[in-house]
């Protein structure tokens, strides 16, 4: 009898800053599932650290990721190209004095991808800005954490 495995990995940061000055963090953010069948099962979970300004102190959510929610990211990331690629998106130019930025790493059965998007207020598009918004919020949403104050919200616009 063939095993069958599912294992995803995501990691990723999320910082503010001024146009021409050092930004820091306000979301950190991981999520780990490993379901192998027959016979051992292992756990899943999203955890978030998040803070709403730099005086404020951190929070942390958490959730269980199950089998179905890690089949269901796996099948989103490989829509987008991910682990093979990374997705095809962009930061969007503005006109406002702060960016955002989100590094991502994200590994499907073993394979690694890592990227990052660079933007403005007005946040990212592209051919795949759509998918690569539905996947993280489906990731923050399982943490407990939803959509607020990240650059995976609706719009893909920022709040700074």
């Known amino acids: 009898m063939q ?8 990691d990723w940061t999320e910082a ?12 950190f953010g991981w999520l780990r599932a490993c379901y192998m069948e027959p016979g051992f099962i292992a756990d899943g979970r999203a955890v978030v650290l998040a803070r ?16 179905p929610d890690a089949d269901s990211l796996v099948s989103a990331f490989a829509l987008l190209g991910v682990p093979e690629r990374a997705p ?12 955002v930025m989100s590094t991502m790493r994200v590994a499907v059965n073993g394979r690694t991808q890592t990227f ?10 592209g051919q795949e800005a759509d998918g690569l918004r539905a996947a993280f919020q489906r990731i923050l949403a399982l943490s407990g ?10 719009t893909g616009e920022s709040n700074w």
């Open 16 to 27: 503010v800053g001024p146009r021409t000055g050092v930004g820091s963090p306000y979301l």
């Open 145 to 154: 954490y939803g959509h607020q104050h990240t650059i995976f919200r609706d």
């Open 88 to 99: 095809r998106v962009e930061g969007v130019p503005d006109s406002s004095d702060t960016w």
């Open 52 to 67: 709403e300004s730099q005086s404020a102190g951190w929070a942390q959510y958490q959730g269980p990721v199950t089998r």
């Open 116 to 125: 990052t998007i660079q933007a403005q207020c007005s946040g990212f598009r």
């Open 3 to 10: 095993q069958e495995i599912t294992m995803v990995e995501v």
